[in-house]
C-alpha cells in the first residue's frame, strides 16, 4: 500500500457531511423536508437542494473527452477554453460560471424537460413494502395508495 492510500486528508465539505451524519442519526426524519432542515440547522458548509425546486433544461452536453488542451484567462475566468490537439487553431469555448459579460438570449434557453415521476409498479411497490416502515402521521404523504383509496 502506498503512502497515498495510508493517508487521508479531510476537507471542508467532508466535515460539513460528517456533522451533518452524526446529526441525522440522532434526528427522527420521516420525509425529504424533515432532511432537508436537518441540514439547514447543523450544516455551515452545506445548503439543501430539493428535487422539484428548479426546472431541468435540454442543455447540449459537451463531448469534453475529445478535448485534451484546456486553458483559462484572468481576464474571463467564469470560460473554459478547450482545444482538442496542440497544434489546433480551432478553439472552443464553454461558459462555467455566471457573468454579465456574456448574458445568454432568453430565446435560446433550451426546453424546460418534464419530470417523469415514479411508475405505478414502483408506486404499488412501496406502498405495499415501504409504507409499513414509516410512522403513522406520514403514511399518506410519503407513501400514498397508487390506487388513491386510503
Given at each position: 500500500?502506498?503512502?497515498f ?21 440522532l ?17 455551515t ?98 407513501c ?7
Open positions: 500500500m502506498s503512502a492510500h495510508q493517508t487521508y486528508y479531510m476537507c471542508f465539505i467532508d466535515t460539513g457531511f460528517g456533522r451533518i451524519k452524526q446529526k441525522y442519526r434526528e427522527d426524519t420521516d420525509t425529504v423536508d424533515h432532511t432537508a432542515s436537518v441540514v439547514e440547522r447543523f450544516s458548509s452545506t445548503l439543501p437542494v430539493l428535487y422539484g425546486q428548479w426546472e431541468l433544461h435540454a442543455w447540449k452536453v459537451l463531448a469534453i473527452n475529445s478535448y485534451y488542451y484546456f486553458r483559462f484567462e484572468s481576464s474571463d475566468p467564469e470560460v473554459l477554453y478547450m482545444r482538442q490537439s496542440a497544434v489546433s487553431t480551432a478553439e472552443t469555448w464553454f461558459l462555467i460560471g455566471k457573468t454579465p459579460l456574456l448574458e445568454m438570449d432568453v430565446e435560446n434557453i433550451p426546453r424546460v424537460i418534464s419530470r417523469a415521476g415514479l411508475s405505478d409498479k414502483r408506486r404499488r411497490y412501496i406502498f405495499k413494502h415501504v409504507r409499513p416502515l414509516v410512522r403513522i402521521p406520514f403514511r399518506d404523504s410519503l400514498p395508495d397508487p390506487e388513491g383509496v386510503f
